[in-house]
């Protein structure tokens, strides 16, 4: 099915959706917004759910037969998804804590699967008004202030002088497992940030590691996952072996690294 659509083309509309999807999500951020929990307890903002609608509803207009899984959709039993060989998988705002907390680190994605595979992906950063997007075969690109974009690549690790370690690491999530991977990776530089910025620094090349031992779901890796390959990067379980979707039950991703270098095994600091 994908040879038939046109990624490129997709991949614009997605990022004019975005973009359209956070100027939704600036209009309630700028107020006093109420804050609800979900049923994990995690915080839910009339943000999310005026992104959620906007992309829905677009999304189907765009594409009316491929099927869309949002975070704050109803969870389809996997029963149904299984047989869908290309989908869109959507996070209308990732990074609900950083809303909530102001610090402007939060995000809008849209991917699109085929496969088990990510072969578009759209980050919309509202507060910076910055793209990242990426489609397979096409390269993955940054855009400030709906200008003109520009190639993205990851870095290389320079083997010829020690030169540290740049890790990217998450504001809200920290695990034992984590502190010890950290220190068996030695003195590094670590830049802190929420949502899924992290992938966006090591596909633009400001760091060599985001190392993920803890949890998150389908939706919060998908789109990451295109700009990070597209920009010659890599997401892998733990194992070292791809970060797949759509392959089981559960939503929840493994543990992953993701990387620019594959020249190292990163998971040998494992303990």
Known sequence: MSHSLNLENLCHHCVVIARDAGKAILAIYNT?????EKADKSPLTAADLASHTLILQRLTELTPDIPILSEESAKLPFAERASWETY???DPLDGTREFVKRNGEFTVNIALIHQHKSIIGVIHVPVL???????SGGGSFKAEHGGEANPIKVRKLDTSKNTRLTVAGSR???SEM???YMEKL???DVISMGSSLKFCLVAEGKADLYPRLGLTSEWDTAAAHCIVEQAGGYITKIDMTPLKYNTKDSLLNPFFF???????????YLS
């Open 172 to 174: 809200s999530h920290g």
């Open 129 to 135: 008004d910055v793209d990242y997007f990426a489609w």
């Open 32 to 36: 006093d917004f109420e804050v609800e």
């Open 258 to 268: 993701v990387f620019g270098d594959d020249s190292r095994d990163w998971s040998m």
């Open 186 to 188: 030695g003195d590094v």
């Open 88 to 90: 869109w998988l959507v």
């Open 178 to 180: 984590m502190q010890h």
